[in-house]
């Protein structure tokens, strides 16, 4: 038996560049292998000093962020097998283990998921060859060549290319992306290395005996092995770009945490990334593993004084006391709730929680949280080259962030005292809550404008979304928003990477599906139509991405996705799970045909199976086809002019099996339905 270690992140891929990092000392070994026989006897091998070691083998250089090394020439014929020849390896050192508690993997592993062909390959310079692999990924590549002994091939990567066709690594920092191969000069020799992994579109190979060919080179896309659950299209094709530019993304950045970036010297847990985008994920993949053990990676990091650290795993130990970013550790737990039920994310977490909370609100200052230290990060900025913009009226102030968050993170820690049965501490945070929500209108709203602070889009956004708003006023502050959205934006984004996570719902639920719709499907920047339309296959970092600075320009980031996919699903195509029965045990069909589309269909399968939403507009009528999985029940929302005159079937729907009309809401006829396969079919309601 033969077990071959690499860095990974327990030996720290860097010390000090681009920051300090964590490390936790050289790779080390633990392993247990049970082996039951026939006869019900187990025999164990455990490692231990009579295991015997190498230094001196083919790998001779790893880590994430620069690429391997390997030199075929120190390759040992059945090392790993009984009768090798081990007499020069040293013994097995017995050394300390790790602190804390040592638990099984919870969730899928890192593997190669699929295999792309690269769709061209050019000779830019002599003995240089650029491949294509046609779409940004995530893994490494898997080469073919032969050649002479000691001839060294490279292997440089990056997601996009120069005017002159050679790589663009300037958005890399000081990552070197290059694997390296040695060749052993024995015929026809594979290589895809082990211990790295890039983020790529573009190849760039070196040295490679003669001329290669497309066959020489293939891509390896690697993440950990989540399970589709959905499907989407519109009749928009930009949409389905977007879409799909999502999608890839999304699972190229999952190792076992969702990592901000793939291909500098980064590529972390970022908290603030995903604090409201989660939850459009898990219509995408089944996540419900994946994000329980990110949250409780918070908790992990969590210190004595229950600060949450900025980043987690806390490789880059950020404890910077915001409150938007470390709002995850209580958000994303929620998505599980909502999603698949999940309870033991709460209760193994609340206690961190509340302490974080009790940390937090010694900021606190005239009812008001002034904690903020990243603002809208990425708002669209009034230059082409800027990152970050300097005009006033695009930034949101950090108290009006602050104090939103802290205000919805408090509303969701009375529904987990609840729920636990822990009634004073619900009682303690609902009159918490009430006291920043007067402070906040009495010190940000303007009624004669209805707006909030100086009127930036998200100031608003943040409101409408979290329910901050008076009843009353809450038409007025919609509609400020979508003057402004129309009048200085030009029906595009103006949001940053806060604002997003609520925009397209917050939009929707006011009325404003259509404006939500008009930014959604803008080809021109900034929107992410605009990504796809300049070729982009995954979303980027930055709403400028192909004209600002380098340094912080990643072509497959999800920041910048906000609420988008959560929207698709749960407006679009009107699937949503209902929150006082969660994981999907009844279920809110809700779909909104809106602006030109002629047709949605999706799929999700949720814990208790399959449900389809694929409506259509012909002639005038609405026509949809769903499906309800067993053991559970909807509340259908179906499009209509005359409730009298929508059908399920051949026949009227109050008639029909199964059906029971409930109202008539906001254009659209209500009804009870249970498990089953359905069409219905109504008078499209004029606009």
């Known amino acids: 038996m033969g077990v071959i270690l ?14 300090a990092m964590r ?41 994430e962020y620069d690429g391997e090394f390997y030199d075929a020439r120190k390759e040992m014929a059945g090392w790993s097998r009984p009768g090798f020849a081990d007499a020069a390896w040293q013994q097995a050192q017995v050394v300390e283990g790790p602190a804390g508690v040592l638990s099984a993997q919870p969730l899928a592993p890192i593997r190669v998921t699929e295999t792309l062909k690269p769709i061209g390959v050019h000779e830019v310079r002599p003995g240089v060859y650029i491949f294509d692999m046609g779409q940004n990924m995530v893994g ?106 999502v999608l890839w993304g999304a699972k190229d950045n999952y190792r076992s945490i969702p990592t901000d970036c793939p291909q ?13 985008e989660s939850l459009g994920e898990t219509y995408m993949f089944d996540l419900a593993n994946f994000y329980a053990k990110w949250v409780g990676d918070m908790g992990d990091a969590q210190d004595a004084d229950g600060r949450i650290s900025d980043v987690s795993p806390a490789y880059w130990p950020f404890y910077s006391d915001n409150v938007t970013w470390p709002a995850s550790f209580i958000m994303v737990a929620s998505h599980l709730y909502e999603q698949y039920g999940d309870m033991r994310v709460i209760e193994q977490n609340y206690p961190g929680m509340r302490k974080w909370i009790a940390h937090m609100e010694t900021y606190l200052k005239d009812d008001l949280m002034p904690r903020d230290t990243y603002g809208d990060w990425c708002v669209p900025p009034e230059s082409p080259e800027l990152i970050h913009s300097n005009d006033p009226s695009r930034k949101t102030d950090g108290t009006v962030i602050g104090t939103t968050y802290f205000y919805r993170l408090l509303r969701l820690m009375v529904d987990y005292a609840t729920v636990l049965g822990k009634q004073s501490d619900a009682e303690e945070y609902s009159q918490l809550a009430g006291k920043l929500l007067v402070a906040f209108n009495k010190t940000y709203y303007q009624p004669a404008t209805g707006t909030y602070s100086n009127g930036s889009t998200t100031s608003s956004v943040l409101p409408l979304a979290f329910r901050m708003v008076p009843e009353e006023d809450r038409q007025s502050v919609a509609d400020a928003l ?40 803008q080809p021109a920047y900034p929107g992410w139509g605009y990504m796809v339309t300049q070729g982009a296959t ?150």
Request: charged residues 20%; glycine residues 10%.
């Open 6 to 19: 690499g860095n990974g992140r327990f030996y720290a891929p860097r010390y000090n560049i681009p920051t």
């Open 23 to 63: 490390t936790f000392g050289y790779p080390k070994l633990l392993l247990q292998l049970e082996m039951e026989m026939a006869d019900g006897k187990v025999e164990r091998v455990i490692s231990d000093d009579t295991w015997k070691l190498t230094t001196d083998g083919p790998i001779r250089a790893n880590n």
């Open 140 to 245: 490494w590549c898997r080469l073919t060549v032969a050649g002479s002994r000691g001839a060294k091939v490279t292997m440089r990567h990056a997601e996009r290319l120069r005017p002159n066709g050679m790589l663009y690594t300037d958005n890399l920092r000081s990552a070197e992306v290059t694997d390296t191969y040695v060749l052993k000069g024995n015929g026809t020799e594979i290589y895809e290395p082990r211990f790295t992994y890039h983020g790529f579109r573009y190849v760039e190979v070196k040295g490679f005996p003669g001329k290669p060919s497309l066959a020489s080179l293939e891509g390896r896309e690697v993440h950990d092995d989540l399970e589709r659950v959905s499907e989407f299209a519109a009749s928009n094709p930009l949409l389905n770009q977007i879409y799909k530019a």
């Open 264 to 276: 500098r010297d980064e590529r972390q847990g970022w908290l603030g990334d995903r604090s409201g």
């Open 482 to 521: 979508v003057r402004k959205i129309a009048d200085q934006n030009k029906n595009h984004v103006a949001t940053g990477l806060i604002g997003g996570q609520w925009l397209m719902q917050a939009l929707s639920d006011c009325g404003h599906a259509g404006v939500a719709y008009q930014i959604a499907a």
């Open 538 to 687: 995954t979303i980027w970092e930055l709403w400028n991405g192909d004209t600002a600075n380098p340094a912080m320009n990643s072509g497959n980031h999800l920041m910048l996705v906000g609420d988008l996919v959560t929207w698709s699903y749960q407006n679009l195509a009107g699937i949503r799970t209902d929150l006082a029965h969660p994981a999907f045990k009844h279920i809110i069909m809700r779909p909104t045909p809106v602006g030109d589309l002629t047709f949605v269909k999706a799929s999700y399968n949720s814990s208790y199976g399959k449900i389809t939403s694929n409506w259509k507009i012909a002639g005038g009528r609405f026509i949809w086809s769903l499906t309800v999985p067993p053991n559970t029940t909807a509340t259908v929302y179906v499009p209509a002019k005359d409730p009298a005159g929508v059908t399920e079937g051949a026949k009227s729907a109050s008639e029909a099996q199964s059906v029971k009309y409930q109202r008539t809401e906001a254009g659209a006829a209500v009804f009870e339905i249970g498990s089953g396969s359905y069409q219905f079919e109504s008078k499209m309601a004029p606009d």
